[in-house]
Structures are given as C-alpha cells and as structure tokens.
C-alpha cells in the first residue's frame, strides 16, 4: 500500500496474504507482530504452508524471538525438520 506521496504505509504483500519480507520474521518476536497479522511456518523442501496460533505459542513459550524457534519446526505435509522458516501473513479482511 502506497500513500499519496509514495510513502510504503505497510509492506508488499501477495495474493495469498503473505507478506514478502525476507529476513525480517525470523528478527521479530511475539510482542513485535500486530493484531492484523498472523503467524505461519514454510517448509524447505516441499514449499507447504502452514499457519499457526501464535497466541498459543506465546503463552508456550513467552517473550522469545522467532528465530529461536524455527528449529522446532516440522512440516504436516513431508515431515521435514531441517531448514523450514516463519512466515508472516496479514489476516484476510471480512
């Protein structure tokens, strides 16, 4: 989304509602995520998305940054552990 006078307001995101921010997920935390954005981990080798309850996952967890939780990640689709990272995604509007 774009203001008026090209200033990016949120970044870029794709059809699916993903947003495109490389290495910005695995730098943020719980605290850092908003209201309208939702938590979702991508497998390395089979490309399957999944999304997660990130509440249940604070409360789990606590204060703790994403990136240290990307090695407990393990795919519903192939099983994969290795190499699957967070997504960050913005809620479907109603």
Request: glycine share 10%; proline share 3%; charged share 30%.
């Amino acid at each position: 989304m774009r203001h008026a006078r090209s200033i990016v307001l949120i970044p870029e995101s794709s059809d699916d509602g993903r947003i495109e921010n490389g290495e910005g997920a695995p730098q943020a935390d719980f605290q850092s995520l908003r209201q309208w954005q939702r938590l979702g981990g991508l497998c390395c080798r089979c490309a399957h998305e999944g999304w997660l309850d990130r509440y249940d996952l604070e409360r789990r967890y606590g204060a703790v940054q994403l990136i240290r939780l990307q090695p407990l990640l393990r795919c519903t689709r192939c099983q994969s552990k290795g190499g699957n990272r967070f997504i960050i995604g913005a809620m479907a509007r109603d």
